[in-house]
T-cell receptor
Framework: KAGVTQTPRYLIKTRGQQVTLSCSPI?????VSWYQQTPGQGLQFLFE???????NKGNFPGRFSGRQFSNSRSEMNVSTLELGDSALYLC????????????FGDGTRLSIL | AQSVTQLGSHVSVSEGALVLLRCNYS??????LFWYVQYPNQGLQLLLK??????LVKGINGFEAEFKKSETSFHLTKPSAHMSDAAEYFC?????????FGKGTRLHILP
């Protein structure tokens, strides 16, 4: 069974640009959660999607958004990038609830110049 | 609100020695608790989970954790450290239908 796949693995952008990250969950998993990981703040919850609906949201500005498609694949978008958005973005999937043990992808490393 | 506190951002142990990583949770009711491990340039991998079925939980790679309600703790242990255990370890708790992670403890193994 394939694991959670995140693309791309690495991304370099400049301030003011926007970026879209992709996540394909484990087959059959319907819940997809996104996290931002930085050395200073650790792992912070961004949002969770289930059946194409955002079910839970963390404390991030509106520049961070996401969506989920009918096949459970998910994308997150960050607009008007800031230097502080440099981080490892992790996607995780679980069968149906965001508070169940989650399976993580290897992340997308986003660097803002 | 539930949260977890991991004591020690860095822990060093000698190869073959006992590994003890500390985690305390704050909750009025026993929560679901998890330990995850993260190797360099990878995502997180579930080590074990506590779901109230048993207080001593065995996980992968020889790790185990004991839930102690009286101490609100869920410390992670391994009897004998191996070089391959060098990684960052996260304690986590479920809260409001999502998982909240501790700040993490980086485990260093000394030869």
């Amino acid at each position: 069974k394939a694991g959670v796949t995140q693309t791309p693995r690495y991304l370099i952008k400049t301030r003011g640009q926007q970026v879209t990250l992709s996540c394909s969950p484990i087959s059959g998993h319907r819940s997809v959660s996104w996290y931002q990981q930085t050395p200073g703040q650790g792992l912070q919850f961004l949002f969770e999607y289930f059946s194409e609906t955002q079910r839970n949201k963390g404390n991030f500005p509106g520049r961070f958004s996401g969506r989920q498609f009918s096949n459970s694949r998910s994308e997150m978008n960050v607009s008007t990038l800031e230097l502080g958005d440099s981080a490892l973005y992790l996607c995780a999937s679980s069968p149906d609830r965001g508070d169940q043990p989650q399976h993580f992808g290897d992340g997308t490393r986003l660097s803002i110049l | 609100a539930q949260s977890v506190t991991q004591l020690g951002s860095h822990v060093s142990v000698s190869e073959g020695a006992l590994v003890l990583l500390r985690c305390n949770y704050s909750s009025s009711v026993p929560p679901y608790l998890f330990w995850y491990v993260q190797y360099p340039n990878q995502g997180l991998q579930l080590l074990l989970k506590y779901t109230s079925a048993a207080t001593l939980v065995k996980g992968i790679n020889g790790f185990e954790a004991e839930f102690k309600k009286s101490e609100t703790s869920f410390h992670l242990t391994k009897p004998s450290a191996h070089m391959s255990d060098a990684a960052e370890y996260f304690c986590a708790v479920n809260r409001d239908d999502k998982i909240i992670f501790g700040k993490g403890t980086r485990l260093h193994i000394l030869p």
